[in-house]
Structure formats: C-alpha cells, structure tokens
C-alpha cells in the first residue's frame, strides 16, 4: 500500500506542497503519494485520519497553523515557543506537530544578510510570521511587528516615517498581500523610502515577483521570494516524516 502525505488548509488550489512532492516521488522512485485535503475546519481533522489511515504524515497551511495545536497529541518545543505548526508526524496513530517553516525561513535569509541588516520590520502578524519572529530573535535581530492596528502589532502602516524605514532596513511580508490571484495588491507601506540598502524578502512564491517586492526592486533594494523557503521547508518535512 502506498504511503499517503499530504496538506490540510482552506482553500489549497494554489498550494505549492502537492505539485513538489508528487514530482519529488517520481524522481526518488517511492510508492508514495500526495494529497491536498481541504478542510473547511480545523476540526475536521480527526474524521479525516480516520477514514484515511494510510496518511503518514501532513503539512499545515493557512488558516490551521496555530489551531491544530489543540488537536496534536505532542509538540516540538520548537514548534511549541513559535506557536505555530506547519508539518505533522502520524505513528502508530499519534500526531506530533513541527515547525519547519523556520529551518526555511532562516537558511534562507542568512547568506542574505549584510552588516547593516541590524533591525527588521515584520509585515503581518498571523501564523507565518511566528515563525520569522523566531528567526529573528535567534539571531539576535530586533523588530518591529507591523499591522492594520496597533493591538495586533508595535506600530501601524500608518506609522511608518522616513526615520523608521531608514532605520530598519530588512523588511519581510508575512501577509498574504499581493499573493496569486490578487497581485495587484501589496502591503501599503511608503515605497519611497526605500533605497539600495534594504532587504525586502517576501514569503509569497506565487508570483514570483509581487508588487512589494517590484516596487522594492525599483527603488535598487535587495530583493527575496519564498520559493526558496518553502523548498527547504518541503525537504525538512520529508525529514521529519522519514525520521
């Protein structure tokens, strides 16, 4: 019988995960497959692995990342001090919850980073930045979260001078903003304060240039897309899952 992976979120059309690992499994040559189940809510989770006992092991994708917590049967304490899960283990009927959104994330921004990359801002504050904030506290990097509103981060769009650009010259898009079909859309931050010594890392891959970091790139900023990420995110799962 095959082995069954796959990922559970809401909607998964344009889920990156499915496409990687089928062609991962040709070329490897296993019996093995992989599924998106698209789940309307966390809590259909369970009914899922019941009828489906075959799953060995799933990744976790938006909106689920922090809401599966409760369901799992244990935690990586990594995954456990980000508060969010992107992959789970299933063995012997147990669920064991990962975060391997940050092994992608930091081994993807490191070669990146130059001298003067000392403070970043943080665009966003759902389950994808958790993982970022991590990152950036283990190394030693301080931020600033950026929201709509303030009781969701440290300062608002609104309040992004020139000063505060200027002094935070690492910018990273955890919103969904600008993603596949939307791409017209970009967070709203003042663009014109960006110059060549900015680093604007973006978690979206589809497209693989958004407008923010096009209208980055224009202003000669450093520019990142997370395909990169979620490749090295995708083999840290198959890791996980093969442990």
Request: aromatic share 10%.
């Amino acid at each position: 019988m095959s082995s069954v992976f796959g990922i559970i979120g809401f909607p998964l059309s344009h889920s990156f995960s499915p496409a990687y690992f089928r062609k991962k499994f040709s070329e490897i040559r296993i019996d093995a497959v992989y599924k998106p189940f698209p789940l309307q809510n966390i809590h259909e989770l369970k009914p899922l692995l019941k009828t489906n006992r075959d799953i060995a092991g799933l990744n976790v994708t938006i909106p689920y990342k922090e809401s599966v917590i409760p369901l799992l049967d244990s935690v990586d304490p990594v995954a456990r001090a980000i508060g969010a899960v992107n992959c789970i283990k299933v063995e012997n009927g147990m669920l064991k919850g990962y975060n391997t959104d940050v092994t992608g994330f930091e081994q993807s921004l490191k070669p990146l980073l130059l001298l003067h990359h000392t403070s970043a801002l943080i665009l966003g504050n759902g389950g994808s930045s958790k993982a970022v904030i991590y990152v950036l506290a283990r190394l030693g990097i301080p931020f600033l979260r950026v929201s709509r509103y303030l009781a969701k981060g440290d300062i608002t769009y609104e309040e992004l001078s020139a000063e505060i650009m200027a002094a935070h010259q690492l910018i990273i898009n955890t919103t969904p903003l600008g993603m596949y079909p939307n791409t017209e859309e970009a967070p709203p931050i003042p663009y014109q304060f960006i110059n060549k010594g900015h680093l604007l890392y973006d978690l979206i891959y589809n497209p693989a240039e958004t407008r923010f970091l096009s209208q980055g790139k224009e202003k000669g900023a450093a520019t990142k897309n997370g395909f990169e990420m979620l490749t090295l995110q995708a083999e840290a799962s198959w890791d996980i899952w093969n442990a």
